[in-house]
């Protein structure tokens, strides 16, 4: 950055991050520790999963006279070895910010006015049972495993209906239908150790050094003890993982179909794809034609055969590959030439690029495919690997299954079988639940932002641990409409002041983290285990407690609701004696560990689909195990590394190298999808004429509303900004710190530009972060989704740029 | 702003943890002060001349802290003595951002900032031991934001720091994140008149 430019940067934001500064209180400082923790210190130290990313990082976390006052790095925990990035180190603050929200508050005559929890608790009751088709939960991958499932079993179980989606859909929902599309089952069948173990790791748009920074260190520190590690990074703009990488290919957006299909092509063409390997474990596929004009063909397709997939990627020779990635045609055969190398080690990394993608499902199936094809799968360091943004997107949403079309375990709404295994162990009547799934959830703020009369039958929404107002896209219209419609009621649980509590109708003072027992799930299929160390302030009370007082209060005013067959409450909780502990009150909600009494039976759905999941007591003593866990003869549990490979996964029958038991085609094969390239819903035009990609930065957790009361990180990182690209900044006039009217059909807002700063988009392109509440930049972005996953495109819109002033 | 230099919050841990103080130079300076008395050596705003001429000269009128548009310029406090009121700047607070005109200098009446003097308040060095980058954690953050073309530079992901260009204007240490702040910030010891 030219000096000037810098200084006008550094001007701009500078005020901001002033004010941070005198906002952060003098006692609210933890302080990381580097040596093992003293006994006799004065702290009593604890083990804890870090609160922010899908990494799964363990902290200890050291508590005085009830307040968390040190973290530290857990040197136990494979994941990161003692390891933290900038925002583990500082993690014990977000429970330390001025505004956390500690009285319950009911919006009267657009006031919000401080009410009891029982209060509460009654508004919410009776507006369910005013119109309980008409609710729907909303939560996240920030739910822990038992407070998704008390959600989920309130729902599907308690009103018998599947009203509930999570934010889990606006993140991982395409890698679990690319998951689902190609082995059946859902999540990876690598781990992180594939990460110590490959030769070549290629990120398909995947800025890792910012967005999993553990797991980047542990893949760059591998060069400083001497191995070698050569990176690709396929990216659309250059950022901090392009600047460790060997080779940097940058691709047009959309232009990652194309060279999955492109590098396909080549190991056909060659003849160069591992012919034992497929011969004996794959079979190919392809989409069917649609059923009628409206829907999209059949996710799960149709067979095809070899010779005519290889007809299908003829098509995408290195030279029109070029053309739609934008990639050069030689680096296209630089990586079909690596893919047909027997002697490597090759591991694919992606994350929100490919999943936050119309076409997400294709792109995801399209890179599992080519490392089957290949034959780079099922051993150390040769895996496909999705990476979870939220730190329990895994464990909670896609395990218990706080979907709209799922149940626990990863059973389907749509499979009766599945149905009825979950009436089994809900102990509810035939039928009970429904076949019909609830709307997905931008379908479901959709309906919830439409007048009633006119479509808009969603009227009330439980909002927990996430914070839609913020991470919808085209937020006008898929959130704000609802302060116009007077008979919308909108609940939301959650600790700091947020987008989405400035339009509730009440707002109820969550616990976070350590203030509460709690369990999450990791991107390796690790279940963590930590229990509350510190009380959360005033009258805030853990998500899962809230969940389950309303359950009790709808199940005394309705005999139908929240009952089993024999019409027992759903979440009745006794204690060793088998007398009834009265878990709804606050006074007794930890009489009992109801953490263990959930989870234990949430596990007896795990075993269905071979998620096997240990007792409660295996994960309290563990940093974590990785599913499926299955009992040896000596009592012990023994955690699964590779899924699906003879050498390590307990379901492999013996003898058989691989097996994919919950295949698709029913022969223990994995599918190889051929899915074209495409272009997307809106491209740049003359009006319109850059690609806008948004996402996140390393300092910053999702929207910011923890790690922006973090006064080292919102130092660090104050203020979003437009990223350009320094040709472009010039034709326009335009200098770092100078601000830019970002602009798309359906919104607009001001930021500074950043020319080049910490990452460089091309040409024609800006990246704008996501963190920022004041800038809200998904008024501007596109709410466009993949017809499979329903995940909507975050990374590709058209907008216009203008410089004020 | 309190016009008492800030004292890292973190010193008021240091003796539970046993871990060195915070890189703040007013800090190190009331320690060096308390024994043999010599000059204070102050972190002072851009483009002053010598110290002895600076305590003899500026009139404390307050002008600089004025201009400031960042509010970086603060008044020492009393335990400066003799430099009680003259303008400091306080990185771990507000740092200097270098603005091109520098208001400071312009609106000082008896000169004891002056354009024709190094803008060199001090200089800053990496501390390997805390830095997050030297210490495996990606991060990038006071190169991204120093206002001095050259004098951070990032290598394979590690930022160094060039004496000869750093100004010591203290932007990298009030935005370093690291938990242990991983820049060292010394202000100049002798200026010249
Ligand atoms: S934010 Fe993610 S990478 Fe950073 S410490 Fe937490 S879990 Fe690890």
């Known amino acids: 950055m030219l000096s000037v430019e810098r200084r006008a940067f550094v001007k701009s934001t500078a005020i901001a991050a002033a004010t ?12 990381p520790i580097l040596e093992e923790p003293q006994s006799g210190s004065g702290l009593r130290w604890e083990k804890a999963p870090c609160r922010f990313c899908g990494t799964g990082c363990h902290v200890m976390v050291g508590t005085e006279n009830g307040r968390v006052v040190a973290i530290q790095g857990d040197q136990k925990a494979e994941v990161n070895k003692g390891l933290l990035c900038v925002k583990g180190y500082h993690v014990g603050l977000a429970l330390y910010g001025k505004d956390r929200l ?55 179980a308690g009103m018998g209906n599947n009203q509930i989606d999570a934010n889990p859909r606006l993140c991982m929902a395409s890698a679990v239908t690319g998951f689902l599309s190609t082995f059946g089952v859902d999540e990876p069948p690598g781990v992180y150790d594939d990460i110590d173990k490959c030769d070549v790791a290629i990120m398909w748009g995947n800025n890792m050094a910012e967005m999993h920074p553990v797991l980047f260190s542990r893949l760059v520190d591998r060069r400083t003890r001497g191995e070698k590690v050569t990176i690709i990074d396929m990216t659309t703009r250059r950022t901090r993982t392009s600047d460790l990488a060997d080779h940097v290919l940058l691709f047009k957006p959309h232009g990652d179909l194309a060279i999955a299909n492109g590098i396909a092509h080549l190991l056909m063409k060659d003849n160069a794809f591992d012919h034992a390997f497929v011969e004996k474990h794959c079979n190919f596929r392809t989409l069917g034609p649609p059923k009628d004009e409206k829907s999209p063909p059949e996710m799960l397709g149709v067979p095809m055969t070899m010779d005519a997939y290889r007809e299908a990627v ?34 694919s990394f992606w994350c929100m690029g490919m999943n936050q993608h119309t076409r997400g499902t294709a792109i995801n199936c399209l890179v599992h495919g080519i490392h089957l094809l290949s034959g780079h799968f099922g051993k150390p360091g040769e895996a496909a690997t999705s990476l979870t943004g939220q730190p329990s997107a895994c464990g909670t949403a896609r395990e218990v299954g706080t979907l709209c079309h799922l149940l626990p375990g990863g059973l389907a709404i749509a499979n009766p079988q599945h149905r009825a295994h979950a009436e089994e162990h809900w102990n509810l009547a035939q039928g009970r639940i429904s076949d019909k799934p609830g709307y997905h959830a931008v379908e479901l703020f959709k309906r919830f932002n439409t007048p ?12 927990q641990v996430t914070n839609p107002g913020h991470t919808m896209p085209n937020l006008t219209r898929n959130f704000r409409e609802k302060s116009k419609l007077a008979d919308k009621f909108l609940i939301v649980s959650d600790v700091y002041p947020t987008a989405t509590t400035e339009l509730a109708d009440l707002i109820l003072p969550s616990a976070m983290w350590v203030e509460k027992n709690g369990m999450y799930g990791n991107s390796e299929r690790r279940t963590h285990q930590w229990f509350k160390m510190v009380e959360p302030p005033g009258a805030a009370r853990d998500d899962c407690w809230q969940t389950i007082a309303v359950s009790k209060r709808l199940a005394e005013l309705d005999p139908t609701s929240q009952r089993d067959k024999d019409g027992v409450w759903i979440f009745k909780t006794t204690d060793v004696e088998g007398k009834e502990i009265p878990v709804w009150e606050w006074a007794h909600y930890y009489d009992r560990n109801v953490d263990e009494r959930l989870f234990n039976e949430y596990r007896l759905f795990s075993t269905h689909k071979h998620k096997n999941l240990a007792p409660y007591a295996e994960y309290v003593k563990a940093r974590g195990l990785r599913w499926p866990v299955v009992e040896q003869p000596d009592g012990s549990w023994r955690e699964t590394r590779w899924r699906f490979s003879g050498f390590d ?47 996140r930065v390393l300092e910053h957790w999702h929207s910011g509303t923890m790690t922006r009361r973090i006064p080292p990180l919102h130092r660090a990182m104050p203020k979003a900004y437009v990223e350009m690209h320094r040709d472009d900044a010039q034709t326009m006039g335009v200098r770092s710190g100078d601000i830019i009217t970002v602009r798309s059909r359906r919104g607009a807002v001001d930021l500074p530009a950043w020319i ?50 | ?70 509010h970086a310029i603060v008044r020492a406090g009393t335990r400066f003595r003799e430099a009680a009121g003259t303008p400091v700047i306080d990185a771990s607070t507000q740092p200097c951002v270098m603005c091109k005109d520098a208001p400071c200098i312009t609106v000082c009446i008896p000169r004891v900032l002056r354009a024709e003097l190094p803008r060199r308040m001090g200089t800053a060095r990496i501390q390997i031991e805390s830095c997050l980058a030297h210490t495996r954690t990606t991060c990038t953050v006071c190169s991204e934001r120093c206002p001095v073309e ?22 990298c240490l009030s935005v370093c994140p690291a938990p242990q702040n991983g820049v060292l910030l010394l202000p100049t010891l002798a200026r010249s008149a």
């Open chain 2, 150 to 171: 050259g004098a951070i530079t990032v290598e394979r992901g590690r930022p160094t720091i060039h004496a000869e260009h750093c100004t010591g204007c203290g932007v």
């Open chain 1, 102 to 156: 500690t009285t319950p508050m009911l919006r009267t005559n657009g006031v919000l006015k401080p009410i009891t929890w029982d209060e509460a608790i009654d508004v919410i009751s009776k507006r369910i049972l005013g119109n309980p088709a008409g609710f729907s939960f909303y939560g996240s991958g920030q739910w822990t495993i038992p407070e998704g499932y008390a959600a989920n079993k309130f729902v599907k």
């Open chain 1, 20 to 31: 941070a500064a005198a906002a952060g209180s003098a006692r609210t400082w933890a302080l």
């Open chain 1, 649 to 695: 996964d307990p379901f492999v029958e013996k003898g058989r190298d691989f097996q994919f038991y919950h295949s698709v085609s029913r022969d223990d094969k994995a599918l190889i999808w051929f899915r074209p390239h495409e272009h997307p819903p809106e491209m740049p035009d003359a009006e319109f004429p850059f690609w806008l990609c948004t996402g």
């Open chain 1, 314 to 347: 003829k098509d995408y020779t290195p030279e029109v590959v070029e053309k739609l990635s934008g990639v050069s045609a030689d680096h296209i055969r630089m990586l079909g030439a690596l893919f047909a190398r027997k002697d490597i080690k090759i591991n």
């Open chain 1, 452 to 463: 009633t009369d006119q479509g808009g039958d969603v009227t009330t929404i439980w909002v």
């Open chain 1, 756 to 805: 080049g700063g910490r990452g460089n988009p091309k040409q024609g392109e800006v990246f704008v972060p996501f963190f920022d509440e004041q800038v809200l930049i998904n008024l501007v972005t596109l709410d466009a989704y993949d017809p499979y996953s329903k995940q909507p495109d975050y990374k590709k819109c058209a907008v216009q740029l203008t410089r004020k002033g």
């Open chain 2, 1 to 70: 702003m309190s016009s008492e230099p800030h004292i890292s919050r973190r010193d008021l841990l240091r003796g539970r943890f046993g871990r060195g103080a915070d890189a703040v130079s007013p800090d190190r300076t009331s320690s060096l002060a308390s024994s043999a008395r010599p000059l204070p050596v102050l972190h002072r705003p851009p483009g002053a001349v010598e110290e002895a001429a600076f305590l003899r000269e500026c009139t404390r009128c307050d002008a600089c802290v004025e201009a400031c548009p960042v």
